[in-house]
Each structure stands twice: as structure tokens, then as C-alpha cells.
T-cell receptor
Framework: NAGVMQNPRHLVRRRGQEARLRCSPM?????VYWYRQLPEEGLKFMVYLQKENIIDESGMPKERFSAEFPKEGPSILRIQQVVRGDSAAYFC????????????FGPGTRLTVL | SQKIEQNSEALNIQEGKTATLTCNYTNYSPAYLQWYRQDPGRGPVFLLLIRENEKEKRKERLKVTFDTTLKQSLFHITASQPADSATYLC????????????FGSGTRLQVQP
């Protein structure tokens, strides 16, 4: 059973470009979460999605950031017009619809903004 | 203000000893608490979950306690090994409906052979 998959693992963008981060949850998991980890800091919750629905986006910056989890395909975290402060590790986690509060994390995407 | 505090300094212990890591929180009322392990350049790996009505949980060499009066969780690794060297994160879950986890900044454990 493959774990949570994220790609790309490393992404380099110049200021003002767009970054697209992809996350495929574990098989059977319909809940996806995105977290951001800045250097030397803990993980910060960004958004929680179920298929075709955003359930909780209380941690998402109000501008430039968006997330989706379509009926088919991976979840996408999109950052428009990236700035240097967006440089961080972005982790996706998934969980099944019921039965556990445990979240299973992917390997992360390390975004570097030049 | 709300805070989750883990030992910011690295914990160095000898192989075979018990490592004890602390997670203290302020102005939260978590429904459950989870511990994760994170190695450099990798994602967190789930270790244990303990609920507010549980005092203690064990899994192999791992033990976690949860004291809602002290607002503290202790994470123990017995018979520690160099392979246990990693950063350990505690995460609070506020309620099963919301699902977002709130993480501490982690404690780095170094087990010396």
C-alpha cells in the first residue's frame, strides 16, 4: 500500500512565478491536509479538503494561495506570484473518512524562491 | 496566548537509557494528542495517539502519558538506540470535527552509541 505521494520533491521558482504542488493521498483516504514548515519552525496547518470540498482553510494566507482536491486526480496547492517568504517545506497528509484521527504525511515538497 | 512548548534544546542521551521528551501546552483543550518522528528532509511519521480520557499509551519501546490537569504530555523511549535519533513532534487535536493538528516545534533527540 503506497503511502502519501507528493511531487515534485524540490521546486525552484523565481519571484513572481507560480508554484503548483501535488499530493496523492493513501489509497482509501478521502481527506487531505496541507501544512507548511518554515526553517527551524513547527508545522503550521493550512487547509483541510475532502473530495471537491474545502472543509477548513483557516490557515491559508488570504491572498495568492489556493487549494483544490478534485473528484479525480491529486490535490493541488497553488501559490501565485511567489515571494521569498514562501520558501518552505510543504507537507501533505491524508486520513480515511472515519475511524481514526491519525494523519499520514507525505515526504514534502521543498519550495525555494529565488 | 496559546502555546505549545517542547524542549528547544537537543536532548543527548546514551544508548540503552530512557529518553523522556516533554510537551506542554497553554490555553488549549485538546481532545487528543499525537507524537510524530521527523528525520531531516523527510515528512513526519506517526508514532502514537492518546486521547484526553486516557492516562497512558504504550507501543513496543514507546510510552506516552497525558495529564490534562498539568497540560502536559511525556513521551518515553526505553532502551534507546542510535537509530532513535530524530526530531520528535507533538501535535494537538482540538476536536474530531475540526481535524487540523497544531504542532509544537519539536525536540531533537541524539542517542550516542
Amino acid at each position: 500500500n503506497a503511502g502519501v505521494m507528493q511531487n515534485p520533491r524540490h521546486l525552484v521558482r523565481r519571484r513572481g512565478q507560480e508554484a503548483r504542488l501535488r499530493c496523492s493521498p493513501m489509497k482509501g483516504h478521502s481527506h487531505v491536509y496541507w501544512y507548511r514548515q518554515l526553517p527551524e519552525e513547527g508545522l503550521k496547518f493550512m487547509v483541510y479538503l475532502q473530495k471537491e470540498n474545502i472543509i477548513d482553510e483557516s490557515g491559508m494566507p488570504k491572498e495568492r494561495f489556493s487549494a483544490e482536491f478534485p473528484k479525480e486526480g491529486p490535490s493541488i496547492l497553488r501559490i501565485q506570484q511567489v515571494v521569498r517568504g514562501d520558501s518552505a517545506a510543504y507537507f501533505c497528509a491524508s486520513s480515511p473518512p472515519t475511524g481514526t484521527d491519525t494523519q499520514y504525511f507525505g515526504p514534502g515538497t521543498r519550495l525555494t524562491v529565488l | 496566548s496559546q502555546k505549545i512548548e517542547q524542549n528547544s534544546e537537543a536532548l543527548n542521551i546514551q544508548e540503552g537509557k530512557t529518553a523522556t521528551l516533554t510537551c506542554n501546552y497553554t490555553n488549549y483543550s485538546p481532545a487528543y494528542l499525537q507524537w510524530y518522528r521527523q528525520d531531516p528532509g523527510r515528512g513526519p511519521v506517526f508514532l502514537l495517539l492518546i486521547r484526553e480520557n486516557e492516562k497512558e499509551k504504550r507501543k513496543e519501546r514507546l510510552k506516552v502519558t497525558f495529564d490534562t490537569t498539568l497540560k502536559q504530555s511525556l513521551f518515553h523511549i526505553t532502551a534507546s538506540q542510535p537509530a532513535d535519533s530524530a526530531t520528535y513532534l507533538c501535535a494537538l487535536g482540538m476536536d474530531t470535527g475540526r481535524r487540523a493538528l497544531t504542532f509544537g516545534s519539536g525536540t531533537r533527540l541524539q542517542v550516542q552509541p
